[in-house]
C-alpha cells in the first residue's frame, strides 16, 4: 500500500483513527504540519497531512478551509474531536465530500506530537528501504555492464524495479533493447509507429533529438495518442562529455502510480559506460566482420587454401553445404536512410530464422544484405530446404512491408567447400538480376529455376547472344515489324507446347487452320522444318536468350 490517508488510518501502531468525511486519496504523504494558528494554511506543502485540535476551526475558518487545503495539494486533514469541537462544521463536510478531501478522526488519548512521530518514522523507513532497493538496482545493473551482459539484463531489471515498460534506444531512437512490463496494457510497436525497430516516427524522433541537443534538459517529456490511450513518455538523454549518445525512455501509462525518476539519474553515468563499451565492441565486430565478408566475397583471394584459413579463423564452416540468401533493397536511398534499410533487413532476417533448423552467418555486402544458411539435418533433401528457404523470405518481406521496407530475394543452390562461398554469392545476386527481367511479377527468384538462364549468360557474350538469335529468328522478327504480324509468338508457344499445334492454338486464342496456315509461314520464312528436333534445340535456345537480350 502506498504512504497515504488510507495507511494513517489503518495502521496498527495506535488504533482509532477514524474518516469523519470526504473520500481517500491516493496523494502520497509527504510531511505534517500542526495548525496552530490561522496563518498555517499558506505555508502548507503538496502532500502534507495537516493536524489540528479544532481550537482554532470555526465558522468563519471553516467556510473556505476545505477549498483552500486542496488548493495546496494538501493529503488530508485531522482533526482531535470531542476536545474543542464536537462535531465538523456543515459547509466543511458538503465541501470534503465534493472534493473527495479526506477528514479524519485523531483517536482522543493521541497526541499530535504522536501523529506526527508516526508519519515521520515511517517517512524514515521508507527512504531506507529506497536507498537500499536503489543500491541493489545499481549493483545489479553495474555488474551487468562490468560483465558485457546485453543489454536486454539492463532493461528488464530497471522495467521490473519500476513496474514500466522501459526502452533502450541510440541518438536516433533506434531501438538497442527492450522490456515491456507485465503491467502494461499495449504492446509494441505502437499504432503511431509500425516500425518494429524505432520508437517514434522518423519527424518525431528528429524532433526529440534536436530538443535534448538543444535543450540539454535531464528528463523530456512526451506524450502520444496510442489508439484510445494517450502514453507518456519519460526520456532520459545518455550523454558523454555533453555528447548525446543515446536515450533511456520509461513509459509512464495512466495508471502508473509513481516512477522513480531517481533510479535513473543515478544509473546514467553506468548506462553512458555500457554504450560506449557496446559502440566500441559493436564497431570492431562489425569492423572485422566487414572485412572478413569482403575477403570471402569480392574474389580477389583465389587460393583454397586461404579461403580455407580464412573461414577457420571467422568460424565458418566451408565443409558443410550451405545455401546463400541476398537481400536486395528495392529503394534507392540516402547513405543514412540505406544503412537504416540494411540493419532492418538484417535484424527481421535473423529473427525470423529457425534455430532448429539452420545455423547462419550474416553481414552487409555492397549495399545488399547476405545471408549464409547451413541446415542442420543433412537427411532433408534439397526441394524441401528450398521450400522452407522461400517460406522464409516471404515472410521476411512480409515483415519488412509492415516498416515500408521492400526488398528483392535471391536465393542460391546449395553447395560445400571454401572454393564456392563466393559462387554461391554470385549465384544469388544473379537470381535477382535475372529473375526480375524474366518473372517481373515475382519478388523470389531461385538460381535452381532459372539455371538455364544463367548458363546462357555465363557461356555466351552480348554479342554472341544477339549473333545466335538473329540468326535462328531474325528473319521472322524482321517479318512481323513489316507486318505486324504474330509469327515470333506463334513459334514460341509451338516450342513451348512440344509441337502441339492444337494445344498451341488454344493458347493464343485463334483457330486451328489459323495456326497451320501461320507454321507454313514460318517454315517458308526461316527455311527449316521447325518440327525437326535439332531444328526445335536450337530454337528452343534462341527463345532462352531472347528473355536475356535485355540483361
Same mark, same amino acid.
Given at each position: 500500500? *502506498?504512504? =497515504?490517508?488510507?495507511? &494513517?488510518?489503518? $495502521? +496498527? ?9 470526504? %473520500? /481517500? @486519496? ?113 549493483? *545489479?545493473? =553495474?555488474?551487468?555492464? &562490468?560483465?558485457? $551482459? +546485453? ?9 521490473? %524495479? /519500476? @513496474? ?388
Amino acid at each position: 500500500m *502506498s504512504f =497515504t490517508i488510507e495507511w &494513517l488510518i489503518t $495502521q +496498527d501502531i495506535i488504533p482509532g483513527f477514524t474518516l469523519l468525511c470526504g %473520500s /481517500l @486519496n491516493s496523494i502520497n504523504i509527504s510531511g505534517v504540519n500542526i495548525m496552530d494558528n490561522p496563518d498555517t494554511i499558506p505555508w502548507v506543502q503538496e502532500g502534507t497531512v495537516l493536524l489540528s485540535t479544532g481550537y482554532l476551526i470555526d465558522d468563519d475558518i471553516s467556510k473556505n478551509l476545505v477549498k483552500d487545503l486542496m488548493s495546496r495539494g494538501c493529503a488530508g486533514l485531522g482533526i482531535k474531536m470531542n476536545r474543542y469541537i464536537n462535531e465538523l462544521p456543515p459547509q466543511m463536510i458538503e465541501q470534503a465530500e465534493k472534493y473527495n478531501f479526506p477528514i479524519f478522526n485523531i483517536p482522543f488519548t493521541c497526541s499530535l506530537q504522536q501523529v506526527v512521530d508516526i508519519i515521520y518514522h515511517h517517512m524514515h523507513i521508507e527512504e531506507i528501504d529506497a536507498t537500499q532497493k536503489m543500491a541493489i538496482i545499481y549493483k *545489479s545493473i =553495474t555488474e551487468c555492464v &562490468l560483465n558485457k $551482459q +546485453d543489454f536486454s539484463q539492463l532493461t528488464s531489471i530497471i522495467s521490473e %524495479s /519500476l @513496474n514500466s515498460s522501459v526502452f533502450l534506444t541510440n541518438d536516433s531512437f533506434e531501438l538497442l533493447s527492450h522490456t515491456m512490463s507485465p503491467e502494461t496494457m499495449v504492446s509494441f510497436p505502437f499504432s503511431f509507429s509500425r516500425n518494429l525497430f524505432y520508437l517514434f516516427p522518423e519527424t518525431d524522433s528528429i524532433m526529440l533529438r534536436e530538443k535534448a541537443n538543444t535543450d540539454k534538459l535531464p528528463i523530456m517529456h512526451f506524450e502520444k495518442d496510442n489508439l484510445d490511450t494517450k502514453l507518456l513518455f519519460n526520456i532520459f538523454p545518455i550523454r558523454n562529455n555533453h555528447a548525446l549518445i543515446g536515450f533511456i525512455v520509461i513509459l509512464e501509462e495512466p495508471q502508473t502510480i509513481q516512477t522513480y525518476y531517481n533510479v535513473i539519474s543515478n544509473l546514467s553515468s553506468v548506462f553512458c559506460i555500457a554504450m560506449i563499451n557496446h559502440s566500441v565492441m559493436t564497431e570492431s565486430e562489425r569492423s572485422n566482420k566487414d572485412i572478413f565478408f569482403f575477403n570471402l566475397l569480392q574474389g580477389k583471394i583465389t587460393s583454397t587454401r586461404q579461403l580455407e584459413s580464412l573461414c577457420m579463423k571467422n568460424g565458418f564452416d566451408y565443409n558443410v553445404r550451405r545455401f546463400c540468401i541476398v537481400m536486395q533493397p528495392k529503394e534507392l536511398a540516402v547513405s543514412s536512410r540505406k544503412h537504416s534499410i540494411e540493419q532492418n533487413i538484417l535484424n527481421t532476417l535473423t529473427r525470423n530464422i529457425d534455430d532448429s533448423l539452420f545455423t547462419y552467418v550474416s553481414n552487409t555486402f555492397q549495399g545488399n544484405v547476405v545471408l549464409f544458411l547451413f541446415p542442420k539435418n543433412g537427411k532433408n533433401n534439397n526441394n524441401s530446404y528450398m521450400d522452407i528457404i522461400t517460406e522464409l523470405c516471404s515472410d521476411i518481406q512480409d515483415n519488412l512491408s509492415k516498416i515500408n521496407i521492400h526488398a528483392l530475394c535471391g536465393i542460391s543452390k546449395p553447395l560445400k567447400g571454401a572454393g564456392t562461398i563466393r559462387t554461391t554469392y554470385n549465384q544469388a545476386i544473379s537470381s535477382v538480376r535475372v529473375g526480375t527481367s524474366i518473372h517481373p511479377d515475382q519478388t523470389i527468384y531461385n538460381y535452381n529455376d532459372d539455371e538455364i538462364y544463367h548458363v546462357m549468360l555465363d557461356s555466351f557474350s552480348n554479342a554472341q547472344r544477339n549473333e545466335i538469335y538473329n540468326d535462328l529468328i531474325g528473319k521472322l522478327v524482321k517479318y512481323d515489324k513489316l507486318n505486324e504480324s504474330d509469327l515470333v509468338a506463334t513459334l514460341e508457344t509451338y516450342i513451348h507446347c512440344q509441337q502441339n499445334a492444337a494445344q498451341a492454338a488454344r493458347k493464343l486464342f485463334i483457330h486451328r487452320n489459323t495456326m497451320q496456315y501461320r507454321l507454313e509461314q514460318i517454315k517458308n520464312i526461316l527455311g527449316m522444318d521447325i518440327n525437326d528436333t535439332h531444328n526445335v534445340y536450337k530454337l528452343q535456345t534462341a527463345f532462352y536468350i531472347k528473355d536475356i537480350l535485355t540483361i
